[in-house]
């Protein structure tokens, strides 16, 4: 029996991205797609914008420098509001394509700011879960009855006192919103949907089938079970396994890296250095710290886009100064909000042109990347024979992780343009096998004087962002033809980058020159 075609199928995918333009459809010749078109959202009269008023965008690279973006409407991106008409083209596949194994990565959703502003009420949001609350899901109310069942899972190191659902009804820092849940019971809802034609996950799936692992933040845990729950619905607690990963790298064993530290510190330098030349930006600063009458200082060290997004993604107004008799005085404002968004894109427009970055996330993500190629090759070798298949082994694994993983990842992966990951962002890997090409399919394609398809098992792979294709825009695809009756990249091409070329980037071979080469 002629042995198979493998295929690597990567989905990068979020509800919405910040400032990302939606591809040609000449880039969908397996997978056709309609671009998302969406007009600004009204403003209230008092500048607020409603998050439930902007629609989820399925645009994945940067806007043309023709265009200047808009930084409030661009935010809304960032929010990612649950969005009921979004449409996930994860699954999908050539005729008769079998699916392997899935490999996942998500932002966790929606949370509470990690910093307060001084001087001022912190938002008030509810972080406990109710049916009766907007946003909800049909799913929320039986994924609240399922989390009490937790106690019967298996939990690494300290997962086990970590709260498995947000249960504060004024939200603690960086505690995960019902929006938060939402975003992921959705996600996991959607791919639940693509891919149950494939039956990746049986029924009665083992414990080797399903692996997931999150880092010890209560959002990051939470987030995790909500897409998983949505993914499998009612899953068997006694199955499960949920593993801790201690690095926001996922870097497991392999975290020693001095290289990529000292590359991290230049690239902090260049970010304060492009601060302090904007003018507006201390401008804007200044008249904030005044109207809060607060040391400017004190304003910057307290991160005041963090509590001013969390504002603007719950429709909430922003800020006021809090007197000490309970009312308000000046309020900070949408323009000042403007001026500091602007400030972050024209950071990433120099943070591409600077190449630190770049540098920085080729050696933080290698341990992940390595992982999951591996996984990848070892399931693709199986399905072509050359090497016994273990039962049940790789076939889904979740990460459950943070913007500081998934930006960085795209950036290794060469998706550069890609704005910073919004809430519950999600990275999906999808490993499929063709078809066997038979005797007579060879000869037909013979007499026509087609190429015919190696007999070797050779595998690919495909990556989408958004549900979107993106294959040929990641530096180990770039290069091949958009337009081939089969727009694959060779699986090989993959594994390469990721055990060898990467690290060009570097003028370095291997991840152990890279790390502990001594500058100079």
Same mark, same amino acid.
């Given at each position: ?16 991205? /910040? ?5 040609? /459809?000449?880039?969908? =010749? ?24 902007? +629609? ?26 649950? =969005? ?14 079998? @699916? ?10 929606? &949370?509470?700011? @990690? ?5 001022? *009420? ?16 049909? /799913? ?23 709260? &498995? ?73 006694? +199955? ?101 968004? &602007? ?15 770049? +540098? ?9 990347? =390595?992982?999951?190629?591996? *996984?990848?090759?070892?399931?693709? *070798? $199986? ?34 343009? $890609? ?25 037909? *394609?013979?007499? +026509? ?34 337009? =081939? ?28 020159? $890279? ?6």
């Amino acid at each position: 029996m002629l042995a198979r075609n493998c295929f690597l199928l990567l989905v990068v995918a979020s509800g919405a991205v /910040l400032a990302i333009v939606s591809f040609s /459809l000449q880039f969908f =010749n397996v997978i056709p797609t309609t671009p998302v078109v969406e007009e600004r959202p009204p403003q209230a009269a008092n500048g607020a914008v409603s998050g439930s008023q902007v +629609k989820s965008r399925k645009r994945v690279f940067l806007v043309p420098h023709t265009q200047k973006p808009d930084p409030v409407y661009e935010a809304f991106g960032y929010c990612n509001t649950p =969005n009921r008409t979004e449409q996930a083209w994860e699954g999908h596949s050539p005729a008769d394509y079998t @699916l392997l194994s899935v490999h996942i990565m998500i932002r966790h959703g929606d &949370r509470y700011p @990690l910093y307060s502003i001084p001087k001022t *009420k912190r938002p008030a949001i509810n972080c406990t879960l109710s049916i009766s609350r907007n946003p909800s899901h049909p /799913l929320l109310s039986a994924f609240i009855s399922h989390m009490a069942q937790g106690g019967l899972g298996h939990w690494e190191s300290s997962l086990a006192s970590v709260p &498995r659902l947000p249960n504060h009804s004024a939200c603690e820092m960086g505690e995960l919103t019902q929006t938060g849940v939402v975003q992921h019971l959705r996600n996991g809802q959607l791919l639940h949907q693509a891919y149950q034609r494939h039956r990746l996950v049986p029924s009665n799936w083992s414990p080797r089938q399903v692996w997931v692992e999150t880092t010890g933040k209560s959002r990051t845990l939470q987030s995790g079970l909500a897409f998983l729950y949505g993914f499998l619905p009612d899953f068997n607690w006694k +199955k499960l396994t949920v593993r801790h990963q201690w690095s926001t790298l996922f870097c497991g064993s392999a975290c020693d890296c001095p290289a990529r530290n000292r590359y991290l510190e230049e690239e902090q330098r260049r970010q304060y250095r492009l601060r302090v030349a904007d003018t507006e930006l201390e401008r804007t600063y200044v008249d904030m710290a005044r109207t809060l009458g607060i040391p400017t200082r004190n304003l910057r060290a307290a991160n005041p886009i963090d509590s001013l997004l969390c504002h603007l993604c719950h429709g909430l107004p922003f800020p006021c100064m809090s007197m000490e008799d309970g009312s308000t005085s000046g309020c900070l404002t949408m323009a000042q909000f403007a001026v500091i968004r &602007r400030q972050q894109l024209d950071d990433e427009v120099d943070r591409r042109r600077a190449g630190l970055y770049r +540098k920085y996330a080729i050696l933080a993500m290698y341990p992940y990347l =390595n992982r999951t190629a591996a *996984k990848m090759e070892r399931v693709a *070798k $199986a399905a072509a024979g050359k090497q016994p298949a273990r039962a049940g082994d790789d076939v889904f694994t979740l990460s459950s992780a943070h913007d500081v993983t998934m930006a960085p990842l795209l950036s290794a992966l060469g998706l550069e343009e $890609a704005r910073f990951p919004p809430f519950a962002a999600r990275l999906v890997f999808e490993l499929w096998k063709s078809p066997s090409v038979t005797g007579g399919e060879q000869k037909k *394609k013979a007499a +026509k004087g087609e190429r015919l398809k190696p007999r070797d098992g050779r595998c690919f792979i495909r990556l989408l962002y958004n549900g979107e294709d993106v294959t040929f825009h990641t530096t180990f695809c770039s290069s091949l033809s958009r337009h =081939n009756s089969q727009p694959l990249c060779p699986l090989k091409n993959f594994l390469s980058f990721v055990r060898k070329d990467m690290f060009s980037v570097v003028n370095a071979t291997s991840y152990q020159e $890279a790390c502990f080469r001594r500058p100079g």
